[in-house]
Structure formats: C-alpha cells, structure tokens
C-alpha cells in the first residue's frame, strides 16, 4: 500500500488548525502519534510519502519527535513495528538542516525526494552502501549477483550490502530483488511497484 | 522599610548586574523599588529581565517608571508596561498604551508558559524577522527560518527546564559605538526557574566534582550537550542555536545562578567566556545578537 501523508494536514488535524509551523517537542509528538495511526490503517507492509510542502518551519526538537522517532520505530530496530518504508518529500532547506542534524545523532538516514523527482539519501550512510544504493537506483531492480556484477564486489557481499539497505529500509525487497525506495510524484515508476503519478495516490500491494 | 534599586541609564545584559548586585543582599520578602526614572535606554535582556526580577519577589515591588518621554514610549510599545502592572506597582506618567509599530520592534515582551506560546512566538515574529534580517542586517534569505529555529529552541528550554514560564523579547537596532555603528538584532530569554544547576541535579543530583557548581552545569549544557533527559536525542536544540551563531558571527551568552557562559565572537573582545562569583539570581537568562553582515564578508 502507499500512502501519501501530508505532514502539515497531519499538524493541524492533531494540535491546532491555526499552525504552519513544526516546533516544539509535544508538537512534534503529537504529529508523529498522528503520522503512526495512519500507518497503522495501511497495512503491515507500506511505502509512506510524508510531505513537508505546506509545513513552514522545523525546528530540532520537532524533528527530533516526527522524523527520529519515527523512523526509529520501523527501521533500527531489530523486530521493526512494521515493514514501512519512508520517502520524504516537499523539504526546504531549513527542514533539511533540522533533520540532517537528528538524523546524524541518531545514526539514522532516509530518502528525500527532491523537486525534479530525483531520490537522494540523507543521514548516517556509509561510503558502500551509498554506493549500492545508487547501483539499486540506476538499475531499478537488483539481485545480489546484479550487485555484485555491478559494483566488482562479491556476491556475499553485494548480499550482506543489500540486507543492510533493506533493514534500513533504504531499499525495499521483493521476491523479484530489491527495489529504489521511491515516491510516485513525477510519474516515477519504483520498481514496477507504483502506477499512479499523483503523490502516494492509488494504492498499490507490496507483495 | 522599602529598599530602593538605582537603576543605570542604559539597561543591558552587562549593566543588569548592577541590579543583580543591589539585590542580592535583599531578603525575597521585603519590599524593593526599582528607580528607573533616570534610565534612558532598555535591550530586549533589560526589559525580560526587569519582569523576571519581579516574579521572584515574595512582596509585590514597585517600579518607577523612566521620566524621559521617548524612553517610556518605547517600553510602551515593547509591551513592557502591559506585563510589568501585573507585577510591579507603578509609579509615573505610563504612555498610552500602542501597538508596536515600530519596524525594530521584531517581537514584543512575551510570555512564555506554556508549549502554544513558542508557537505564537514564531508565527509572529517570521514577517518582520524577514524584513529587519534581509534588510537591515543584510544577512541571506535563508538566515530567516534558522533564525526563528534558534528563537523557538530558546524559548522551548524555558518551558521544558525553568519549571516557571520566562519572558522573550526580540528587537533591531544600531549600535553606537560597537562593531562600527553596525546594525544588530538581539533576542533575549529570561526565566527565573530552577536554573542549570537545578536542572542538571534534578535527574542525577550534584556531581562528585570539585568544580560543581553554575559554571559547570552551564559548561557541560552549552557546550557539552549534557541534558537532563535519559533521550539521546535531547540538547540537539542548543546544538542547533550553536551552529547558527557560529554560521552568522553571532554572540551566545547565559547567565545562570552566579555564572556566566558565552560563546564570544572576535568582534566582542571585551567580553569573557565565563564569569563566576556573579551575584545570585535565580533561574537562566540568555541572549543572542547577530551582526549585520558587511558587504565583503
């Protein structure tokens, strides 16, 4: 399932219908409490876009509580919440200061996808798995054996490289390999997994 | 008896410590008065300050009001009187109340209590911090958004750790002899709650050191990172106004119980990065000024 959850509907929803702005850490709690009953309606497996276009400020300690928090639940974590992946989207600079500094606290890293639809990671991401990561997304789909064959590493390790990214949930695994982690604004086509070129429309099966 | 506090004609963060001196040996109960009638000038940190000195007073003070027109006209629109006749007993020709329409005025004496007050703060202050930041101080267009992240950190650290609510004031203006006449904008936080002492001993108590005290609390929350909470992901805000002071060439200070800490820029030698010994005062109050930026910087 996808689910596009724009994050600035999400703070009025939950604290006030006046506020553009995420401050505050009850804020930001608030929010995430917010974001997670919605992931908890789409089933346990899941691509979420959450998008920041219409939030104006973020503050640290608010993404401390929405981002941090949140991504730690389902992808650092040995028995995660769920199998959710996460594509932000719709960050200005000033959000991305906020969240690079809490990402890099907590050794955590995501996928932003910018304006011209290109995905991008952000966070703890050591120089292999970057490098991986953009192998998964300049081919589409991969095997670790593709990987392996790609990257002149061994196929052990192009594996072991590849669980690492899933587990992070900087990847997604399918049956058929592993797939870009990536939102369907500009008609962008993940892996065969979306169709839909509205922001997390529709609604399709991650089998 | 009432014991009378002279207050300086220029009221800053520096000279506020002659207040601080005069009050010290004053029992909490016994009545004050604050002669201000000769004070011709108040920073954002004079005026949150003279609120919170009020509210830690166990009998109710008063407060002479400046006699130069201008001066109280400006303490007037900074809202100061608005809040200071909930605390103090006022005495002298108090200016109609106004609006602050004056364009150096980013954001009025505020309280800060409770969680939706930082959101009233920073959805106030983005139009006119835009305007003085880009402006007057000729700093980038993003400066805008990290400056009101660094303004909402501050004021989230009054609510989460004084235990009491604090004041905020944020204002622009020239300076006149410093930096070259430069232009300024200085945001000043005051509480008078339990401190960074206090703060620090109410989750693991006084520290086995030698040194413990104020300054080390402040040394070890500043610069360190060291917060109250088990979260790891607490003293990012500090962190993050850190960062941005250091991006703008801005100056960072925090007086707390007898100490001083602040993070001095080259343009401020005079100042020092820890003071001790300072005249109690419960509580934390914290200012940040950022500099103009000049054309070849």
Redesign the interface.
Known sequence: MISHIDVSSVLRRSV?D????L?????GAAVRIGIEHHLDEIGDKALAVLDFSHV??????CA??IV??LLMQYVSVDIPRREVYFVFYGM???HL??IE??LE??DLALVTQLADGASALMGTVDREQRTAWEKVCELGSVRAKELADATGVPADIAERMLETLWRRRLVIRQESGYFPVRGATAGLNPGGLLADGTPGGGGVELS | MTNVINMPPSLDEHSFEQIFDQLAPIPPDEKILLDARRTRWASPFGLTALLTLAQTRLERPSLAVPENEDTASYWSRASFFKHAENLYDISGRLPRSRQASESSVLLEVTPVVHTQDVHTVVENIQQRARAILQEKLHLQSQVTMRFTMALSEICQNVIEHAGTGGWVAVQAYKWQQRLGGRNVVVIAVCDAGMGFRKSLESAQGPRPHDRWGDSMALEETVMKGVSRFRDPGRGQGLAGVKRFIGTWDGKFSVRSGTSRLAIVPEWDPGDEPMKEGLAPFPGAQVQITIPERMPDA
């Open positions: 006030c006046l506020y553009s702005n401050v505050t850490r009850p804020t104006g400020l973020l503050d640290f300690s401390d509580e941090a928090k200005n600079e000033s200061e906020a500094a809490v606290r907590h």
